[in-house]
């Protein structure tokens, strides 16, 4: 059990344009999602919080217009990167915690790319 | 200085060694503690989970919490070169977001 997917694994996009990374809980129900970005070598950085049917909590230094959060069912949430650019390379990994036990399950990150 | 501190490594041990991985940490409201492995390019993957001073322990793992010292520890029994990946540790207050180490590289060798 426990078992989070993310989609896509890796998108390589254009400058400019806006990328979307869907988080599915797969066989629970999440009530709190987060959003995390790793540069190589580094550890986990939190990007929002965010609970299903409210706005999403964003970090200090975290462009909340840049990094739309959507959070619209118990299995799924949304981060869309708008007009990325090249630093906005990185990968984003989500994870999801049930309202029962205090823990986060992790999904398989997603790699992106701006050329 | 950091919440949480963990060294980076690497750790480079022969296979079926006993590997001992730790975490410091000086908040002492934390009171959940967590153990992740992360392989290259992959998500982290939960390990351990303890909320209480003392040992737990799962198959060739053992997570230990040494709360009056603010001490974790994570040993893995019997390692495998599989177990090569880098480890985690995390923590809360308790429905609280997470604050990780910077994680232990480690690498079994056959």
């Known amino acids: 059990g426990a078992v989070v997917s993310q989609h896509p694994s890796w998108v390589i996009c254009k400058s400019g344009t806006s990328v979307k990374i869907e988080c599915r809980s797969l066989?629970?129900?999440?009530?709190?999602m987060f959003w995390y970005r790793q540069f190589p070598k580094q550890s986990l950085m939190l990007m929002a919080t965010?609970?299903?049917?409210?706005?999403?909590?964003?970090e200090q230094g975290v462009e909340k217009d840049k990094f739309l959060i959507n959070h619209a069912s118990l299995t799924l949430s949304t981060l869309t990167v708008t007009s990325a650019h090249p630093e906005d390379s990185s990968f984003y990994i989500c994870?999801?915690?049930?309202?029962?036990?205090?823990?986060?399950?992790f999904g398989p990150g997603t790699r992106l790319t701006v050329l | 200085q950091k919440e949480v501190e963990q060294d980076p490594g690497p750790l480079s041990v022969p296979e079926g060694a006993i590997v001992s991985l730790n975490c410091t940490y000086s908040?002492?409201?934390?009171?959940?503690f967590m153990w992740y492995r992360q392989y290259s390019r992959k998500g982290p993957e939960l390990l351990m989970y303890?909320?209480?001073?003392g040992n737990k322990e799962d198959g060739r793992f053992t997570a230990q919490v040494d709360k009056s010292s603010k001490y974790i520890s994570l040993f893995i029994r019997d390692s495998q070169p599989s177990d090569s990946a880098t480890y985690l540790c995390?923590?809360?207050?308790?429905?609280?977001?997470?604050?990780f180490g910077t994680g232990t590289r480690l690498l079994v060798s056959p």
């Open positions: 994870s999801a915690r049930t309202g029962a036990e205090d823990t986060q399950y």
């Open positions: 995390a923590m809360n207050t308790g429905f609280q977001k997470l604050v």
């Open positions: 303890t909320y209480s001073s």
């Open positions: 965010s609970n299903e049917g409210s706005k999403a909590t964003y």
């Open positions: 066989d629970f129900q999440a009530t709190t």
């Open positions: 908040n002492s409201a934390f009171q959940y």
